[in-house]
């Protein structure tokens, strides 16, 4: 029995669309074996407990690169990541279940050769990336290759994550975006995030939220989330370095460098609709690993 | 008699359009001192040895700013930064000339309202950042307002300058450049620009030429500029790191890490039209500095 812990991500970072990502300290734990035969999965909704689960098709996707014949699986959920809230919770799946699977292969694959397969499965990079690599992570596609780099962030950032009751799919939040936009927002997306990079790398936290400023997702998604424009103005007035949309929503993701902000926010957003839960969270440096017991 | 030294800069620096820049150790030298009545400048073409010289309308911009009444100037140039090449020649008069306008008047502004007022005479703050800080730096505007910050590059980064001997103006650079582009577009230089950072910072030499491509400003330059792609292809043969249009062009930048390139680029460009010259060079980690004598 293997144990694989998979953090949570949190990709976009304002107007990083597309490339940034950042592994945190959530996790969900698969508890993953070859079995004799057939296929048994606990720990989820019986919808899922299935072929179709995405952990299990992410193992029989690397079993298929690596040529291994696999007999039965058996995989045990712990889900501590809130499904289809912009927090990879299916890039959890996905790397886990291809790691998992590489470790009973004899662990064929490379790191890098895990992550072109995570973002064959997912379709972008962004969150695959730093959920396998650990920190802060920039990661393109290009010509079917994927490059990536880990970006160096200074330290004492904090982040906290606020979290509705409610799911927005990727799909529906990739409906919104536009085909074209006007040429000044793509250059304005491109001054922030160089920004942002270098303030994070030399922990120049007052430059931070001028860097988190987005033009390319954030003003088209944020009408899908009941009450998005108030709380990230009101993070910006309880003095959060910065604040984004987590992925492609519904969480919200304020950097901070206190502890009194959770507070602070908590008491705001249980006075609105949907049961906004405040999470405290930091920088998961190591990402997947893999417990053999 | 004050003597103001002040690098060129190389602004863009591929998907960077309109906020990256570094300073480069190539100068215009300007000496400068008040004396008791009149305008005398030496060491420029006599259409510019007059009161709507750069440097002089930079000078009074200074003293109006700090509320210093001058008396007479007088400015011996000496130029080594070519004219509208794109590597920061306007930048350097405007610098030099606040700087030591400031100087003159008693050191009154500090290197950030330096900044501001560079800004607001060049009207961007790309070349006049570096020009001023040195180093990489990133720099926007918001609201009225200049943010920047200096950019981590790994040691051992080079640069190649081909400058051929045409002018081509910012305006007429500008002039090309579309009011609307593809969403595609756009993400695709974010991704590019965090790349580029992330590997200028940690030093992934291999990383950079994919972080270099750009799809905002070159493409649509690149016409300007007779053998533009012929460069540009011969640079990544001959191993460059990265190549791009130097500012708004028409010179050519590439960055490496050997001494070879140069020698095999200048072979090259010298069967090519328009007498295209090329320059090493490096760095200038300090930014204008003035020696009083």
């Given at each position: 029995?293997?144990?694989v812990i998979v953090p949570a991500t949190t990709a976009?970072?304002?107007?990083?669309?597309?490339?940034?990502g950042i592994a945190l300290n959530l996790y969900n734990t698969f508890?993953?074996?070859?079995?004799?035969?057939?296929?048994?999965?606990?720990?989820?909704?019986?919808?899922?407990?299935?072929?179709?689960?995405?952990?299990?098709?992410?193992?029989?996707?690397?079993?298929?690169?690596?040529?291994?014949?696999?007999?039965?699986?058996?995989?045990?959920i712990e889900n501590d990541i809130p499904i289809s809230r912009g927090l990879g919770s299916s890039a959890s799946c996905?790397v886990g279940?291809?790691?998992?699977?590489?470790?009973?292969?004899?662990?064929?694959?490379?790191?890098?050769?895990?992550?072109?397969?995570?973002?064959?499965?997912?379709?972008?990079?962004?969150n695959?990336?730093p959920c396998?690599?650990g920190g802060?992570?920039?990661?393109?596609?290009?010509?079917?290759?994927?490059?990536?780099?880990?970006?160096?962030?200074?330290?004492?950032?904090k982040f906290c994550a606020m979290i509705?009751?409610?799911?927005?799919?990727?799909?529906?939040?990739?409906?919104?975006?536009?085909?074209?936009?006007?040429?000044?927002?793509?250059?304005?997306?491109?001054?922030?995030?160089?920004?942002?990079?270098?303030?994070?790398?030399?922990?120049?936290?007052?430059?931070?939220?001028?860097?988190?400023?987005?033009?390319?997702?954030?003003?088209?998604?944020?009408?899908?989330?009941?009450?998005?424009?108030?709380?990230?103005?009101?993070?910006?007035?309880?003095?959060?370095?910065?604040?984004?949309?987590s992925g492609?929503?519904?969480t919200i993701m304020a950097m901070?460098?206190?502890?009194?902000?959770a507070?602070?926010?908590?008491?705001?957003?249980?006075?609105?609709?949907?049961?906004?839960m405040v999470k405290k969270l930091n920088i998961d440096y190591d990402g997947v690993r893999?417990?053999?017991?």
């Open positions: 029995m293997m144990k976009n970072v304002g107007p990083g669309f597309d490339c940034l508890y993953i074996e070859e079995i004799e035969e057939g296929l048994i999965i606990e720990g989820c909704e019986e919808t899922y407990a299935n072929e179709n689960n995405l952990i299990y098709r992410s193992m029989k996707k690397c079993f298929e690169k690596v040529g291994y014949d696999h007999k039965g699986i058996k995989i045990k996905i279940g291809i790691v998992a699977a590489n470790e009973i292969a004899g662990g064929i694959l490379s790191k890098k050769e895990l992550l072109d397969l995570a973002t064959e499965i997912e379709g972008h990079p962004d695959v990336a396998i690599f802060m992570t920039v990661a393109i596609s290009q010509d079917q290759e994927i490059y990536y780099s880990q970006i160096k962030v200074s330290e004492g950032l509705p009751n409610f799911r927005l799919s990727t799909e529906r939040a990739r409906g919104v975006l536009p085909k074209k936009i006007d040429y000044k927002d793509g250059i304005f997306n491109v001054g922030r995030v160089s920004l942002l990079l270098s303030a994070l790398a030399n922990g120049e936290w007052d430059l931070v939220k001028h860097g988190c400023k987005d033009r390319l997702h954030q003003p088209y998604r944020g009408g899908l989330i009941e009450n998005f424009d108030h709380i990230i103005e009101k993070c910006e007035q309880l003095n959060s370095i910065g604040v984004f949309l492609a929503g519904p901070v460098n206190d502890d009194q902000f507070d602070d926010i908590s008491e705001y957003v249980s006075g609105l609709k949907n049961r906004w893999v417990q053999k017991g």
